[in-house]
């Protein structure tokens, strides 16, 4: 069996990468053909005119493009979330000076309120702040304005926000066309490494458990070639386990930086997927645990209620009305069904809801389970906001 | 018509350019450097945009064709989502292909047919470049072995040559291949150069 599968060079394309490398796929019977490309548009046309069967993606994209927002809908199928943040926000020195505590990593509540005072600044100079983001229906651009939303400034008014493609994020720092960038890494550490750009949040301190890149695949494909699907699930858990083990991680951090995948320093690499980020040009490493989230808790599980959240932030940010009718559509693009299926009968564990209530759990909750045993650690937001699944419109309304 | 070609390689945007210089009725504008390309493309205000799919600025684009009203008419990726056919053939060539709306089909068809010939045909003028450059390097190994030969074991040229070709044929190599092993031996143990 043969999958080709579309990404784009970000540490958070590990595990196709990985289930290549390492022989996962191989011990599946897949093949794996890894298609590189430099723009989410360019991988969403490869997948939806055949030239990838499936591809690495930013989350909300697979919604927007099931929805049909801004260009006709085609139905995506996501059966495996490929990973929980990894993102962070990164100021220019200037800015990050002004907002950001004389040591250590700040508070997202405290970063935030002082960001408030600077940003009303610099509106009132007639200079708003500006952010880049990497695309308009990415969870970093989604992240970034629940963040600044529950700090009292209002994206759009208060602040401009504006998408930058990743390569360019440290120039667009060093020239000035932004004041800050919310992107994946390997690029804030490049920001971070030319001393143009300086790291003061990771999106984790966001939202603890945030769905950050998915495995799109069409959803006529997926039926087509379910069994091909269900192997690559199950490579791909096992090459989870494999990123996640301090003792591949240098191994691990040479091959995703060769040039056919990332193109990228090694150290830079080694930074993000062993949680211990430079913030600073030349400064201390931070051991921020979870910065990446790839594999415990089963991570990669395609809860429902996380597809709810996007389409809520969607509406919010697209300024539509709330649907029912999408929301149902929403939450079909992640499909918890194939997840189990493929791995029904092995050691992994599966929950067993398809859905929970997001932003809940301050503590570490053993949770009901269809097979094995798991545990769920704290999955807050940052701002104590609780989102129920079964009550969309309610939880939009108590948004600022 | 006016036609935006956004390209970061010259070479390219000239190829498509001189291709699309027979349309009639046509001004072509190109736009190589990734700085201002938005504030750019405010200013050329085009009915067609054409961008090679390898372009990283891309999702910026789109986003400016979603949300700015720097254009007076919105312009979404091709003309109607019925011509399938030419989108594949399009992506196939590796150009993405941005159209105003309203613009009718039968006017923008032959220029993005035209376009994805362009791009074909430069993908194909790259790889017979890279091919002739690599004959090019195998040649000179050849020769350089060749005096190597000449020098060590005091062969005349056809016979240092027919050394290697024996070789060649014996080993079921190339007799560049043979070339590569008789240079880097030789530079490895040392020796007259």
Not at chain 2, 36 to 48: K, M, N, Y
């Amino acid at each position: 069996m043969e999958l080709s599968i579309g990404f784009l060079p970000l540490v958070d394309a590990c595990l196709p990468i990985l289930a290549r490398e390492h022989g996962f796929a191989e011990a599946e019977g897949l093949s794996l053909r890894l298609v590189r490309d430099m723009s989410w548009a360019t991988v969403l046309d490869r997948l939806l005119y055949g030239h990838s069967d499936a591809a690495h993606m930013v989350a909300p994209l697979a919604i927007a493009t099931t929805l049909g927002r801004g260009r006709p809908a085609q139905p995506l199928s996501v059966p495996f979330v490929l990973g929980l943040n990894g993102n962070a926000v990164t100021m220019t020195p200037a800015l990050a000076a002004l907002v950001k505590p004389a040591t250590g990593l700040g508070d997202a509540r405290a970063v935030g309120a002082a960001l408030a005072v600077v940003a009303a600044q610099r509106k009132a100079a007639g200079k708003p702040l500006r952010f880049g983001v990497v695309h308009r229906y990415s969870s970093h651009n989604y992240m970034l304005r629940y963040w600044l939303a529950a700090c009292g400034v209002r994206p759009d008014h208060d602040v401009e926000i504006t998408t930058v493609a990743p390569p360019f994020c440290a120039d667009a720092l060093e020239m000035g066309e932004v004041d800050a960038i919310c992107v994946g890494e390997p690029w804030s550490s490049v920001a971070v490494e030319r001393g143009v750009g300086e790291i003061v949040l990771f999106s984790a301190q966001i939202w603890r458990r945030g769905v950050e890149k998915v495995l799109a695949l069409r959803e006529p494909v997926m039926e087509d070639k379910r069994d091909a699907v269900e192997a690559l699930i199950r490579a791909l858990r096992k090459a989870g386990e494999h990123f996640v083990d301090p003792a591949n991680w240098e191994a691990n951090a040479a091959i995703l930086s060769r040039t056919e995948y990332l193109d990228s320093n090694p150290l830079l690499v080694h930074r993000a997927i062993s949680d211990h980020m430079m913030m600073t040009q030349g400064g201390a490493p931070v051991h921020f645990p979870d910065f990446m989230f790839q594999h415990r808790e089963a991570a990669n599980f395609p809860w429902v209620s996380q597809a709810e959240w996007l389409y809520t932030q969607m509406t919010r940010w697209d300024g539509i009305a709330f649907s029912a009718a999408d929301a149902a559509k929403a939450a079909r693009v992640f499909r918890p069904d194939v997840y189990r299926s493929a791995l029904l009968g092995t050691g992994e564990p599966l929950p067993g809801a398809s859905s929970k209530v997001e932003g809940s759990l301050a503590n570490t909750t053993a949770v009901s389970t269809q097979q094995g045993r798991m545990t769920l650690e704290s999955n807050q937001f940052f701002d104590g906001m609780v989102f129920d699944p079964l009550d969309l419109p309610g939880y939009l309304a108590g948004l600022p | 018509m006016r036609i935006a070609i956004i390209d970061d390689s010259v070479m390219r945007a000239s190829v498509i350019q001189q291709g699309l210089a027979e349309l009639d009725d046509c001004e072509i504008f190109v736009v190589t450097d990734r700085r201002g390309l938005v504030a750019r493309i405010g200013e050329i205000a085009p009915d067609v945009v054409l961008m090679d799919l390898g372009n990283p600025s891309r999702d910026v684009l789109e986003e400016f064709f979603a949300v700015s009203r720097a254009l007076d008419r919105p312009i979404a990726m091709f003309v109607d989502e019925s011509d399938d056919e030419a989108i594949a053939a399009s992506v196939e060539a590796g150009v993405s292909a941005y159209v105003v709306d309203g613009l009718a089909a039968h006017r923008v068809r032959p220029l993005i047919d035209l376009a994805v010939r362009r791009f074909n045909a430069f993908a194909r003028l790259q790889s017979d470049l890279a091919e002739a450059r690599g004959q090019l390097a195998e040649r000179e190994t050849i020769d350089k072995a060749k005096r190597i030969l000449m020098t060590s074991r005091g062969l005349t040229e056809p016979a240092a040559y027919g050394e290697m070709r024996k070789a060649a044929m014996q080993s079921g190599r190339r007799i560049a291949d043979i070339a590569e092993a008789v240079v880097t031996a030789h530079d490895l143990i040392g020796g007259p150069r």
